[in-house]
């Protein structure tokens, strides 16, 4: 279960990997989801290793097409990313856009 | 010496009518009559379960067996994802070499289709990692990523893939307890949905109820009377990082790598001594993933190889694979694979495969994953 307390905990890690440069590793398309994403399917989700060699991951967003696909180049934006709890917090958290 | 000595699955499939202790319960009677044993023989029970918790809020299982049983023995849940069956196995073995003259019963179960797909989803989801869920990475989603990068590091298309699927409804035709009994072909599995790109619908095994039970013993008497007995050469549980992204191959399952060098190790015997498996195929890409790091064939051979349906029943190869229907058709209550994996060994081991039964079986091996690779547990039955 997603709590409030869970949200604050992990946005202070989300912080630290915004505005992050990298490659899609792999990357794959989800048609069904869980149901705190149903709302946003189809999504793409990628792997990415970052500059420093980190992996992430996080859905692809503001793309075309031919953006998804290993080797693009990408930057990491915060967004929210599931539906509200039922406590009505917001989780925001990191997804990707193309460079 | 273990060995196995009695097995029973009840029908996998939507089994609406029934709750998962409806299906634990006729796991345990079935068993229990087939090897003629009563509840007092029984010294220890493990229990392979992965959502009751999650999904029933259904916990202290372990005091419900108690209740279904009438004893009051010692009596463990295990839970390892989709790997919980074979986790209880496991345990079940190192309980018997630590006591003798021991029977154990071994159930696994699930109850899957009481909630919609999505809720379901979510709770399976619970066996991946925070981050791999705060992306809405779904089980189909991780494997989809092996699969992705699998087609384009070796230069495959879905099409291999498919091969996986067609095999295995195959397999599921002959099984009169498997939850789908139809034959597809490659064209039903590539017209299919896509459920996480490039996994369609009939890549992907469904969400079942089902459960299944065998009786371990190392009590030699109790063996030398049984009928049907097969010995337990190895069993082995390997695990490896929950995350997908900490692994250093993403086309390989460093898991089962491992758990099936070791196995085979202790079982003293050679990749080609086994004629029938039972793999974790919870997805197309995962068999082929599974016979290359399993050690049948070479890294980067199985989306070729598929194709020419060797591991198919009825074809004169020397392996057979998922004889059951494998997760694809005969099914996935995930609790339950483990057990109905090493059960349907167990069968094709003593002859009682019926119509799909494998000609002069020695040996046979069963391989199940929990997660996406985060444990895998590979077991070889000799008769």
């Known amino acids: 279960m997603i709590s409030p307390i869970k949200i604050w905990r992990r946005q202070k890690e989300i912080r630290k990997i915004l505005g ?31 500059e420093n060699k980190e992996k992430i991951y996080g859905q692809l967003v503001d793309y075309e097409k031919e953006d998804l696909k290993t080797g693009r180049e990408v930057v ?15 989780a925001y958290g990191v997804k990707f856009k193309p460079l | ?28 009677n079935g068993v229990l009559k087939q090897t003629q044993l009563s509840n007092k023989q029984i010294d220890a029970v493990f229990f392979g379960n992965m959502l009751a918790g999650v999904l029933g809020n259904n916990l202290h299982s372990t005091s419900r067996i108690s209740e279904i049983l009438k004893v009051n023995i010692p009596i ?7 790997a919980s069956g074979g986790a209880a ?41 925070g981050e791999e869920q705060e992306a809405g990475l779904t089980f189909p989603g991780l494997y989809a990523m092996m699969a992705n990068f699998y087609l384009e590091k070796y230069h495959y298309t879905e099409e291999n893939l498919a091969y996986v699927s067609v095999k295995n409804h195959f397999h599921g035709s002959l099984n009169e307890k498997a939850h789908f009994r139809k034959k597809i072909s490659v064209e039903d599995v590539l017209k299919s949905a896509y459920v996480a790109h490039p996994l369609k619908v009939l890549d992907s095994s469904p969400i079942s109820d089902g459960a299944a039970a065998v009786i371990l013993t190392n009590n030699r008497d109790l063996i030398n009377k049984q009928k049907k007995s097969v010995s337990v050469l190895a069993s082995e549980v390997v695990t490896d990082t929950i995350s997908l992204k900490e692994r250093k191959n993403l086309d390989e399952i460093l898991a089962t790598k491992n758990a099936s060098n070791i196995a085979f190790e202790k079982a003293k015997i050679r990749r080609r001594d086994i004629s029938v498996a039972e793999v974790h195929d919870c997805f197309s890409i995962a068999e082929i993933l599974a016979m290359e790091d399993l050690g049948f064939w ?28 494998g997760l694809k058709a005969a099914g996935h209550p995930v609790g339950a694979t483990g057990i109905k994996q ?19 079986v020695k040996y046979g091996l069963a391989h199940n994953v929990g997660g996406s690779g985060g444990t895998a547990v590979v077991t070889i039955l000799a008769i």
Not at chain 1, 79 to 90: A, F, H, L, M, Q
């Open chain 2, 298 to 325: 070479k890294k980067g051979e199985a989306g070729e190889k598929i194709k020419e349906l060797s591991t198919k029943f009825g074809n004169g190869g020397s392996l057979i694979v998922n004889t059951s229907g």
């Open chain 2, 76 to 82: 463990f849940r295990t839970e390892a994802a989709c």
């Open chain 2, 1 to 28: 010496m273990i060995n196995l000595i009695g097995y029973y699955t009840t029908q996998f499939g939507e089994l609406w009518d029934k709750s998962l202790f409806d299906l634990v319960e006729e796991a345990i």
């Open chain 1, 76 to 90: 990491s934006v915060l967004r929210k990313v599931r539906e509200p709890s039922i406590d009505g917090v917001i």
């Open chain 2, 89 to 129: 196995f496991n345990l079940a073995k190192s309980y018997l070499e630590a006591n003798s003259n021991k029977n154990v019963l071994v159930i696994g179960a699930e109850k899957m289709t009481d909630y919609s797909p999505e809720e379901t989803i979510t709770g399976l989801s619970a066996a991946a990692s």
């Open chain 2, 342 to 360: 090493i059960g349907e060994v167990f069968l094709q081991l003593t002859g009682q495969a019926e119509n799909r039964q494998v000609k002069n």
């Open chain 1, 20 to 50: 992050k440069k990298g490659k899609i590793l792999v990357w794959t398309k989800i048609f069904t989801p869980g149901t705190d994403f149903k709302k946003y399917a189809p999504y793409p989700v990628v792997m990415v290793e970052l």
